[in-house]
């Protein structure tokens, strides 16, 4: 019987996204492909360094061992624009550090994203902005990871953050707000506070997080000794009285968050470095700059705010 990707949580991730391959793609850029595929032949066996995905998949994929063995919560396949041969070192980097990650796609010069609807996706992470922007274009979920200077520990917690709209949401308020001004994004939001906002990108994964919380809840009922590891928060722009309707969407969404900070234009990174998640998801690339020097950051380049902006 085939093995069913129903109701678990699967993420796609790049080999950009997991590990750091600054110098292998330096060899790719300068010298074209012949140079990189004598340059990854010649590494195969020296391990890649992890990358700015890699404290997140790593926590996410120990959550597994809340089930048994052949039935995992979380499954995570590599989507890589490296061809088989040059994807070997990539597969050897994965046993190197322990990762339970066994399924891959390898499609020299393409990114393998279009397959995310056949393997029940909910998530694709990469370095790459352009492949980011054509995924998110053909209404797939997908994010860029940042580059960070964020040092990863031993515990075993994991914590995610999201902004809210043109992330969980969509960004109709959004529009509202970039169209006529704060003032008029308040009237909108509470003329239709009983109006449910349409989901976002990101929906989809925070319920499969939901699933793995929920499981955990099980966990510590049966066992008051266990500690709950997963935490997730909203850091959103949005504050009072905009706020309500955002609450009210996840609860009619069926989703819930631990804990949420409605911030009205303060400053989001100063709640980041003490919130400290492993991955932060935000549709503004401006609110990243400066978080991602302490913590994890992924721009979800969906909605008003990404439209007519300039791949590099």
């Given amino acids: 019987m085939p093995y069913s990707l129903d109701d678990r949580l699967v993420i796609g991730i790049a080999s950009s996204a997991l590990f750091d391959l600054a110098k292998s793609d330096k060899v790719f850029r300068k010298h074209g492909v012949r140079a990189y595929r004598e340059y990854q032949e010649e590494r195969l066996s020296k391990p890649l360094r992890p990358g700015v995905a890699f404290p997140f998949i790593k926590r996410l994929l120990s959550l597994n061992g809340l089930t048994e063995e052949n039935n995992p919560l979380v499954e995570v396949i590599v989507l890589s624009k490296n061809s088989p041969d040059t994807g070997l070192r990539v597969m050897r980097s994965i046993k190197h550090h322990a990762l339970p990650i066994t399924r891959a796609i390898f499609q020299q010069g393409r990114s393998p994203f279009g397959f995310m609807h056949a393997l029940n996706m909910s998530l694709f992470l990469s370095g790459s902005q352009g492949d980011v922007r054509q995924a998110v274009g053909e209404g797939l979920p997908a994010g860029c990871v940042i580059k960070s200077e964020f040092v990863d520990d031993e515990e075993v917690d994991l914590r995610i953050a999201f902004d809210f709209d043109g992330v969980l949401a969509d960004d109709e308020s959004e529009r509202v707000m970039q169209g006529n001004g704060l003032e008029k994004f308040h009237e909108h939001e509470t003329t239709n506070l009983a109006a449910t906002h349409n989901p976002g990108p990101l929906k989809d994964f925070l319920k499969g997080i939901n699933r793995i919380q929920q499981r955990e809840e099980e966990k510590r009922l049966a066992d008051p000794k266990y500690r709950v590891r997963v935490r997730v928060s909203v850091v959103t722009a949005r504050n009072a009285p905009s706020h309500e309707r955002a609450v009210l969407s996840l609860k009619e969404w069926g989703l819930r968050v631990n ?45 008003v705010i990404n439209e007519g902006v300039k791949t590099k």
């Fill in 259 to 303: 804990d949420a900070f409605f911030l009205g234009g303060i400053d989001k990174s100063k709640v980041l470095q003490v919130l400290k998640p492993h991955l932060f998801f935000d549709d503004q690339k401006l609110n990243l700059e400066t978080a991602a020097l302490t913590v994890p950051c992924v721009h979800v380049p969906f909605g």
